[in-house]
């Protein structure tokens, strides 16, 4: 915490099997000090990779300010969407346009936001939590 602003780095993903098929989201916050403070991890039933992907990016800054953060990092190895929250692409897919405009309500709670953009292998975590949302509903 500095200046009364609670800092939060949240990441987040979205699974599909057969795109669309069976989908899933992780999202995983931690404090600035790396601890974590909550995970989430849900099925979805029948979605596409980047509906899963908004999903989990909602739920990241849900789960932030349920916390009481006022300050986020949303970091995601979607490329599609972090593009789209920089505004530079736009949203021309309808069913991602609802999650779009969630996410943009969502950001503007908060004191402070910034999305990145992570590799795979720095998104390990909400990966994992994604399918084991997926794997549990398989059972």
Same mark, same amino acid.
């Given at each position: 915490?500095n /200046?009364g602003? @609670?800092?939060v %780095?949240?990441?987040?993903?979205?699974?599909s099997?057969?795109?669309? &098929?069976?989908?899933?989201?992780?999202? %995983?916050?931690?404090d600035?000090?790396?601890?974590e @403070?909550?995970?989430?991890s849900?099925?979805?039933?029948?979605?596409?990779?980047?509906q899963?992907?908004?999903? &989990?990016?909602?739920?990241?800054?849900?789960?932030?300010? /349920?916390?009481?953060?006022?300050?986020?990092?949303?970091?995601? /190895?979607?490329?599609?969407?972090?593009?789209?929250?920089? #505004? !530079?692409?736009?949203?021309?897919?309808?069913?991602? !346009?609802?999650?779009y405009?969630?996410?943009?309500e @969502?950001? #503007?709670?908060?004191?402070?936001?910034? %999305?990145?953009?992570?590799?795979?292998?720095?998104?390990?975590?909400?990966?994992? @939590?994604?399918?084991?949302?997926? /794997?549990?509903?398989?059972?």
């Amino acid at each position: 915490m500095n /200046d009364g602003v @609670l800092s939060v %780095v949240a990441y987040s993903d979205g699974a599909s099997r057969g795109n669309p &098929g069976p989908a899933s989201f992780g999202a %995983v916050v931690y404090d600035e000090a790396g601890a974590e @403070l909550r995970h989430i991890s849900q099925a979805l039933g029948f979605a596409t990779n980047n509906q899963a992907e908004y999903q &989990g990016a909602i739920a990241a800054l849900e789960a932030a300010l /349920d916390l009481g953060a006022s300050a986020v990092e949303l970091r995601m /190895d979607s490329e599609l969407i972090v593009r789209q929250l920089e #505004g !530079r692409y736009r949203v021309r897919n309808p069913k991602l !346009r609802p999650l779009y405009e969630r996410l943009l309500e @969502l950001r #503007g709670r908060f004191r402070r936001f910034a %999305v990145k953009h992570v590799p795979r292998e720095k998104n390990r975590v909400a990966d994992r @939590l994604a399918n084991e949302a997926l /794997d549990r509903e398989a059972t």
